[in-house]
């Protein structure tokens, strides 16, 4: 089955304290070179049938009405076809 994967971020201008503590967080475990930490959400959902047009329009409307906040987020949407491999 395709996925359709939403991928949302707060906007670049918007206070992100979840990412800070993050980037605080990672040179205390010893991991060094990291300058900005942005988090966000993702969203993998499977359709039923080919990935239309009509389709990703509707994962459009989802997005912007459920999945994410415009005032404060950015959201992009793209197909994966193929399987993941996990590590």
């Given at each position: 089955?395709?996925?359709?994967?939403?991928?949302?971020?707060?906007?670049?201008?918007?206070?992100?304290?979840?990412?800070?503590?993050?980037?605080?967080?990672?040179?205390?475990?010893?991991?060094?070179?990291?300058?900005?930490?942005?988090?966000?959400?993702?969203?993998?959902?499977?359709?039923?049938?080919?990935?239309?047009?009509a389709?990703?329009?509707?994962?459009?409307?989802m997005?912007?009405?459920?999945?994410?906040?415009?005032?404060?987020?950015?959201?992009?949407?793209?197909?994966e076809?193929?399987?993941?491999?996990?590590?």
């Amino acid at each position: 089955m395709p996925k359709v994967v939403v991928d949302v971020m707060p906007k670049p201008e918007i206070l992100d304290p979840q990412g800070k503590a993050v980037l605080g967080a990672l040179p205390r475990l010893g991991f060094q070179g990291v300058v900005d930490v942005r988090q966000g959400k993702r969203f993998e959902l499977e359709v039923a049938g080919e990935v239309t047009d009509a389709v990703l329009a509707q994962v459009h409307e989802m997005a912007e009405t459920l999945l994410s906040n415009p005032v404060i987020e950015n959201f992009e949407v793209r197909v994966e076809q193929g399987v993941e491999q996990s590590a």
